[in-house]
């Protein structure tokens, strides 16, 4: 069965700072692998995809990743975080079998500090 | 375009009453995904409907169930609520999964479930 891991469970970074969040996905295929946001009290929101081509993916509010096969990742950056980034990052991924079910990685929560 | 709504936003419950979640997918969106956050758990997968037919579940047990209507709408219901049901109940919605099945799903504001 695949599997994502964020081995980070809690990061903090200052304000302007540049971020990088960890995902390490477990699938002999090459899955479709998303990143969401969760600000307290909210739902999840999309901040980019991949599926296939170009290995760095744009996304919304500056964010970009980038997959590696070779070491089986897709890891979150932004080159300079904002105070309202302040929130929980989920990688996901999905078998491109039939099945739509999102398998989530367990979270890293990021903290802003001023 | 309004999103994904959920209702209601918080509930409680005494265990072993049962508990009915709705969802109002994005107009025009066809496929209704349930998930389930918890601390422990992180966010599971309960289950997919699309067309008013389950498509895929998850590893829950049988009290979780659902349903879909003509108009796309889904409820969620669990029954003889245990208190580690507690939880924030996740739905989201997608267009068409039958097209594109890595097609992005959309989620809505969750409704938090206490279970006393």
């Known amino acids: 069965a695949q599997s994502v891991t964020q081995p980070d469970i809690h990061i903090t970074v200052s304000e302007g700072a540049s971020l990088e969040l960890r995902c390490n996905y477990s699938y002999g295929a090459t899955p479709y692998l998303f990143w969401y946001v969760q600000s307290p009290g909210q739902g999840l929101q999309l901040l980019l995809k991949y599926f296939s081509g170009d290995t760095l993916v744009q996304g919304i509010k500056g964010f970009e990743a980038e997959f590696k096969r070779s070491q089986s990742s897709f890891n979150l950056r932004k080159p300079s975080v904002h105070w309202s980034d302040a929130a929980e990052y989920f990688c996901?991924?999905?078998?491109?079998?039939?099945?739509?079910?999102?398998?989530f990685g367990s979270g890293t929560r990021l903290q802003v500090q001023p | 375009k309004a999103g994904v709504t959920q209702t209601p936003r918080y509930l409680i419950k005494t265990r072993g009453q049962q508990v009915t979640l709705s969802c109002s997918p994005i107009s025009g969106h066809r496929s209704v995904s349930w998930y389930q956050q918890t601390p422990g758990q992180g966010l599971q997968f309960l289950f997919e409907y699309f067309s008013e037919t389950q498509r895929n579940k998850g590893n829950f047990p049988g009290r979780f169930s659902g349903r879909q209507f003509s108009n796309s709408r889904s409820e969620m219901n669990v029954s003889t609520l245990e208190l580690g049901d507690s939880a924030l109940y996740l739905c989201?919605?997608?267009?068409?999964?039958?097209?594109?099945?890595?097609?992005?799903?959309?989620f809505g504001p969750g409704t938090r479930l206490l279970v006393l």
């Open positions: 989201a919605s997608s267009m068409d999964p039958v097209v594109a099945v890595q097609e992005t799903q959309y």
């Open positions: 996901a991924v999905i078998v491109g079998t039939g099945r739509r079910a999102l398998t």
